[in-house]
């Protein structure tokens, strides 16, 4: 299915009143501080993320998965869902492939699909964590680390392909997570494991297109519970520094012990002009890939402060590459998609209102609690009015999730597709 203007503009209709005494008041108040009220909401209609095309389908664990209905059973299906969460938000413009789970199967198709729906191709993630169907070797033991040639030599090419996709598609990223470690201490030699990841890193690196970048994602643990090759932002910025100035690494918040800094990892990576990208989700415990600014708004509100300040004053670090990287085991997708566009944008617009100059000034004349007033002055500010004007100018809804059930948009998928269908995916 496919939204139209006439739907969004009927829909938003209601709440419409309500949003311009909420805009007025709150443009009048942060103008009278200073801000440039519109300049605010050109960024925020600016700011794109892109939708993994693995997160459109119930995630599940390992102990089982419950669908909602309805879910895509192709790339194509992706794309319409995305095109309808594009609709509804205008912050959804981009999709983050997963290969070999959504391989076009007609390129000329899709995008002229994505195309027409205002959808580009951000970076495309490969999978060395599984074994594919007739694969020769299996990842069982690892794969760019494993101590098996054969092993490393059929993952490397397999990143190689994934960048032959991406580049027929328009993509300039390749974002490499790997599942490589061990499960119990004197399993891997540390030393071994790490260089022969490096080594295979570079071999990938060589195949990337002049214009393109690698992203190394790290995470502590899980799925193996010992060690990690590529285990936290250090060893991905060795590795990324082993490959060359086209090698980044990149930051997922589920990716994290408890309690670690992730505002202060931003803030010296982007100094380094090494922060490629960023995964947004949100955890209590572990990487639990939950709804982002669910669990906590206020560290999501910090990292963001940092990545402005780092947008406005590091020209040494590129433009990011932003996706969500959540997964779905009680919410519809769609819906659980659209608080984290929504949770994404508010804190955004929460760091854009953070008076840089009088917190340097605080922090010059060591003002600790001034410092912290003026954290939490931008932070509890209810931005929702300017994030609702964006999207008004930008021809989206005025509350994209009371739009999506004004419009009864899972059932109408359900009609369409059916109840059983299952998106690719973990
Ligand atoms: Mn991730």
Partial sequence: MEINKNQILESNKKGLESHNENFDFLANKLTKQGKDVNQIVAKLADFQVAIPSWALGAGGTRFGRFSFYGEPSSLEQKIDDIGILHSLTQTAGAVSLHIPWDIPSDYAAIKEKADALNIKFDAVNSNTFQDQKDAAESYKYGSLSNTSKAVRDQAIQHNLDVIKIGDKLGSKALTVWLADGSCFPGQNNFQTAFQNTQDSLIDIYKGLPEDWKLLVEYKPYEPNFYSTVIQDWGASL???????????????LGHHLPNSNIEQIVSILQLKGKLGGFHFNDSKYGDDDLTVGSIKPYALFLIFNELVYGMQN???????????DASHNVKDPLEDLIQSLEAIQEAYAKAMLIDQNALKAAQLDNDVVKCQEILQGAYRTDVRALLEKARLNSGGALSPINAYRDLDIRNTLITERGKHTIATGL
């Fill in 314 to 324: 590091n020209p040494q670090n590129p433009d990011l590459a932003w996706m969500i």
């Fill in 238 to 252: 060795m590795l990324a520094n082993g490959c060359g100035d086209k090698a980044y690494t990149l930051v997922d």
